[in-house]
């Protein structure tokens, strides 16, 4: 097994006893990430100066005998959505190919604060609005496990940059299943956390009360490492909530005794991919054998959470982006009018899917039409999320799939927007109700294409998530599985 | 006497107040909200609108917020929400600005005030929290965006229609400044800004109840310009009324140069705002300690002083009235008031002689304190000068900063109230005005101004006025 291909948790431990340097660790990395970038598209940047810069520094701390975090010293990479201070930052827009963020954002302080090593920037879907890493300024992100489908997105890049060991873990965003879908299609470990569990500021917003950064590992362990690392209150975002973090690593266990799981009728609809369905019942009979209850509930809801989802993050959306004006930052078009400026900086600026989402959401807010569309859906999310309250009061961990199918080809759902936005049809509503969902492997179909096992939390419960997903990680081997690159 | 203009239409009147808060950082971020001449040096990430910038909210803009909202008698909302007003324009680094609309901080107040000394009552509909947007620059080819004002803290108050008359407006706007600058919450200045005023007008008939359609004026900076801005709009109205015509609703800007207001907009033009709850931002709770501490915290304000300051030193409404405009002119009137034991004397220096030297929104630059206009008046109540050479030694006093007693010494100022003295003096004017005491005796009774006179020019001044007038009249009275 290639170095690269080891995980978090076990390059921590060869750092700590000296086994091998970061600067060799993040050479190898760097040499990964030139050999299958071409083929995979995922790395828009990659800060290779910085990144060796980096591993030296922290190989001189341990070597000075200092206390180091699990993550010092191991090979990260991030979402091109998150503002990395003198490194350029683009959201993967032409409206911001030339922004370069003079701050980091509060994650991007944590990471450093415990020395993380940058290897580079993410590729993903243009300003985090997509379902396959299609909708990029730089190109479709390819999946590593067949180049010629989609990695699912809208951190494409995120999954399958950690899918192809090119790095150790990576952070992404989720705002209706961008980290959670991506997983699932590229055979790792997704994580959404509690909506205000880590902070947002620095992060480019989409929709608002909806967006949450969330990290992708090879194991459940490393993806609760890679968390513990950000989450957290910070002063600088209002949204994010003012609790305690706990230590995630007690909760890890190697069974499900003492869980009761909940299946939801809801979630195994028509439409489903079999191999997929298949999958997953085998994966809940699994967890069965753990140990765990399995009960049935019901989210009565669950139609109504895309249309819900996409008049909510498209109007959030439409007011996020009117500052990408040309006036302050990023690509401003030549004009002689201050209305053809905005009109042609936009224009050529944003890319198609981009407007299309601003103005569906200018549309819901507009006068005449708030009651019926923004309002109307702020109430069936109440719905929604009542529902899933309602449903924990009987289990710990709903389970369910993590995506309808498993990599469809690159093109195929393109021209078809209301296709590609059911994509995200299972993991939307935990978006809404603003509670965690974790991803992992369970499976592939006869085409050998990954297949993924969503659990779903209450708020702030990621422990519970850690919990489950860890038990049946440990009695399966999905995980081991790599792709033939 | 009413013209048949006015007669026939009454004009509906409502203004939208809005004022800077006296905070030391912006409402979002930690910016500075100080004044400085060079563009751009109080910016941040946040104010800027750059990208993953999240607003927080400053605590102190909500107790500023709050105490105006107190003073004006509203009731605050336990739950208040923000909320996103989209629109764009470079001056608004967002392409939104951070304001409230549903569920505002404050509602439902109201303030007196004085028309033809009779009080009339106008309602506040609403106080609110925003954020101010930065300010555009225009060049000769290029305009350019200064983001220091950005994100400064500003309260909207919006009244309801109740004012009539441009005059009762000039009042109104006047008031909410006087409140603003008691509590400390605002400086309240129209030329430089923090405060501003649209005004809402319309006209309908006397006696239709059903409102008419109204206009927008905005972009006046001044008290004198509001009214003007009025006062034009309601003839300009009227005009087309009478004529048969209807008036659009629309925008206006006011052109001071001409005196007159022009469209700016139309309806169709007008922006939809789209607004809905800040996401960023969670709501405000407050709670009732919260209210009940800043309300302990109110300083007596202006309508409550004027009452007091009438009862306890005996001054007319009017009176009263002025002397509370400002706090420190009300602060510099009772010490004035208490040095010299007079309140009704130290009144009226203050009003007639003291704010022709310093204006009432300065008191703390005044060359004269309030101590030594005290004793000034102590001087005249106890016969050492007379109230015209007081008037000498008040300017002597503005001059030179000195107190008025030794003044009065150094110039030997003293009234001479010595009877002998002013008797001889009497005796030597009217032997030597033999002439005009026939006269007088005669019947020409204004001789006795002249007279007195004389008897000033002899004793330069000095001489008690009315010692002399009792001396001259019984010394008239006796040679006959």
Known sequence: MSVYELSLSELSQKLSKKEISSRELTAIVLKRIQDTNAALNTFVMITEEEALADAKRVDEKRGRGELLSPLAGIPIALKDIFLTKGIKTTCCSKILSNFVPPYDATVVRRLKENDYVLVGKLNMDEFAMGSSNENSYYGAVKNPWDLERIPGGSSGGSAAAVSASQCIGSYGTDTGGSVRQPAALCSVVGLKPTYGRVSRYGIIAFASSLDQVGPFGKTVEDTALLLQAVAGCDPLDSTSANLPVPDYAKFFKNDAKGLTVGIAKEYFTEGMQKEVERSVRDAIDQIKKLGAKIIDVSLPHTPYAIPTYYIIATAEASSNLARYDGVKYGYRAKAETLLEMYRKTRGEGFGKEVKRRIMLGTFALSSGYYEAYYKKAGQVRTLIKNDFHDAFKKCDVIVTPASPSTAFKLGEKIEDPLQMYLSDIFTISANLAGIPGLVLPCGFDRKGLPIGLQLLAPHFKEESLFHLAHAYEKSTEWHLRKPAL | ?480
């Open chain 2, 1 to 480: 006497m009413k013209t048949p203009r006015e007669d026939r239409f009454e004009a509906v009147i409502g203004l939208e107040v809005h004022a800077q808060l006296r905070t030391k950082s912006k409402i979002f971020c930690g910016c500075s909200t100080e004044f400085v001449s060079e563009e751009n040096v109080h910016v941040c990430p946040v104010c800027a609108g750059l990208p993953g910038t999240l607003p927080v909210l400053n605590r102190k803009a909500v107790d500023f917020a709050m105490k105006m909202a107190l003073a004006v008698h509203c009731q605050i909302n336990e739950t208040s929400i923000f909320a996103r007003k989209n629109y764009f324009y470079p001056d608004l680094p967002k392409g939104y600005q951070i304001s409230q609309y549903d569920k505002p901080l404050a509602e439902e107040g109201w303030v007196e005030i004085q028309t033809d000394h009779q009080s009339k009552k106008i309602r506040i509909q609403r106080v609110h929290m925003e954020e101010d947007a930065g300010k555009n620059v225009h060049g000769k080819r290029e305009s350019y965006v200064n983001l220091n004002r950005a994100g400064i803290p500003l309260i909207e108050i919006v009244s309801y229609p109740d004012l009539a008359t441009a005059e009762e407006a000039s009042q109104y706007l006047k008031k909410l400044r006087s409140i603003l600058r008691y509590t400390g919450v605002s400086d309240g200045n129209m030329e430089e800004g923090n405060l501003r005023c649209d005004v809402n007008v319309s006209l309908r008939q006397r006696a239709d109840m059903k409102l008419g359609t109204r206009a927008e004026i905005k972009n006046i900076n001044s008290f004198r310009f509001v009214e003007k801005a009025i006062d034009f709009e309601i003839q300009r109205q009227a005009e087309i009324l009478e004529g048969g015509n209807q008036v659009i609703q629309e925008t206006r800007l006011f052109d001071a140069n001409r005196g007159e207001t022009f469209s700016m907009r139309s309806k169709e033009e007008a922006h939809d705002y789209r607004y809905f709850p800040e996401p960023d931002l969670i709501s405000l709770e407050i709670e009732k300690s919260w209210i009940e501490d800043l309300r302990s915290q109110l300083p007596e304000l202006p309508d409550e002083k004027a009452k007091r300051f009438a009862a306890q030193y005996q001054l007319p409404q009017y009176d009263a009235a002025l002397l509370v405009q400002e706090k420190e002119l009300a602060e510099y009137y009772e010490e004035a008031a208490s040095a010299s034991h007079q309140p009704k004397l130290a009144g009226n220096w203050i009003l007639t002689e003291l704010l022709r030297v310093v204006s009432a929104d300065q008191i703390e630059t005044s060359p004269i304190s309030s101590k030594h206009l005290g004793e000034l008046i102590q001087l005249i109540t106890s016969g050492v000068i007379s109230g015209k050479i007081a008037k000498t030694v008040f300017e002597k006093m503005r001059i030179s900063r000195q107190s008025p007693k030794i003044i009065v010494e150094k110039e030997g100022l003293r009234q001479v109230s010595d009877e002998g003295v002013v008797i001889k003096a009497v005796e030597k004017v009217l032997t030597e005005r033999k002439g005009e005491v026939e006269k007088y005796r005669a019947g020409n009774e204004k001789l006795f101004g002249f007279f007195v006179g004389q008897i000033m020019k002899l004793t330069e001044g000095k001489a008690n006025p009315a010692l002399v007038n009792q001396i001259l009249k019984k010394k008239l009275a006796e040679k006959k």
